[in-house]
């Protein structure tokens, strides 16, 4: 999907991972998925599919007696548009600012690092 993907809280991401596990499912299947994760009441996994479908995140099939929930972005959509949320808010944008920041405080291994620098050597140069 080319349009912009809807953000999403932290709880909504729970449902969705659910989803993205597997699709589609009732209401009580991701009440059951969750119940071992989440200390959430059966309302409130209602109440987040529910806000998920008003967002244009997932979508509801209500043509059989039991509705069916589903998402409508894949994980890879939901996370790109998650981590570039992220980099505006926090990195003004720039990719290269939180990089900088990561590997001056030592946050990333050296295995960490040489696998960036592969990934990079990798990436095809842009026509200027």
Do not use: H
Request: hydrophobic share 35%; charged share 35%.
């Amino acid at each position: 999907m080319t349009e912009k993907v809807p953000n999403i809280s932290e709880a909504e991401w729970e449902v969705m991972n659910t989803l993205w596990e597997k699709s589609p499912q009732t209401a009580n299947d991701v009440i059951t998925s969750l119940q071992g994760q989440k200390d959430w009441k059966a309302k409130t996994v209602r109440t987040l599919l529910d806000r998920l479908v008003q967002k244009g995140v997932a979508g509801v099939n209500k043509e059989q007696r039991i509705y069916t929930f589903y998402p409508l972005y894949s994980q890879d959509e939901c996370q790109r548009a998650e981590a570039e949320s992220f980099i505006k808010r926090i990195y003004g944008g720039t990719v290269k600012s939180m990089l900088v920041q990561f590997i001056e405080e030592d946050s990333l291994s050296e295995e960490e690092i040489e696998e960036l620098k592969s990934i990079l050597d990798e990436k095809p140069k842009k026509k200027k």
